[in-house]
């Protein structure tokens, strides 16, 4: 049983910066690739950053662009979510999702085949 387990989440300050972490276990299957999504209070769940686990291709939300980086350690079969200059508007549960292989655009969430719990960011002054 695939297991995503998200870690470095918390309350923190306008301008801070945060990692978050995402930790996958029990896979039998290569991994395609991993992403991050977030779903504030009472809007849908949306994009945020994914990367491929071959090369080094990387996706980002415009919204987050030159400000969150996502990376990867494949050996650990871990993916990372920089977070720098935080702000409110980013306030939401974060999410870690991955696939073995291709199932959909990374930009969706039905491009993703397992999930993790979530974790919370919350951003105020």
């Known amino acids: 049983q695939e297991q995503l387990v998200e870690s470095g989440g918390g309350s923190v300050q306008p301008g801070d910066s945060l990692r978050l972490s995402c930790a996958a276990s029990?896979?039998?299957?290569?991994?395609?690739?991993m992403g991050w999504f977030r779903q504030a209070p009472g809007k849908e769940r949306e994009f945020v950053a994914a990367?491929?686990?071959?090369?080094?291709?990387?996706y980002y939300a415009d919204s987050v662009k030159g400000r969150f980086t996502i990376s990867r350690d494949n050996a650990k079969n871990t993916v990372y979510l920089q977070m720098n200059s935080l702000n409110t508007e980013v306030t939401a549960v974060y999410y870690c999702?991955?696939?073995?292989?291709?199932?959909?655009?990374?930009?969706?969430?039905?491009?993703?085949?397992?999930w993790g719990q979530g974790t919370q960011v919350t951003v105020s002054s």
């Open positions: 999702a991955e696939t073995p292989y291709y199932v959909g655009r990374l930009y969706y969430t039905s491009g993703y085949r397992y």
């Open positions: 029990g896979r039998t299957l290569s991994v395609y690739a």
């Open positions: 990367i491929r686990w071959s090369g080094d291709t990387t």
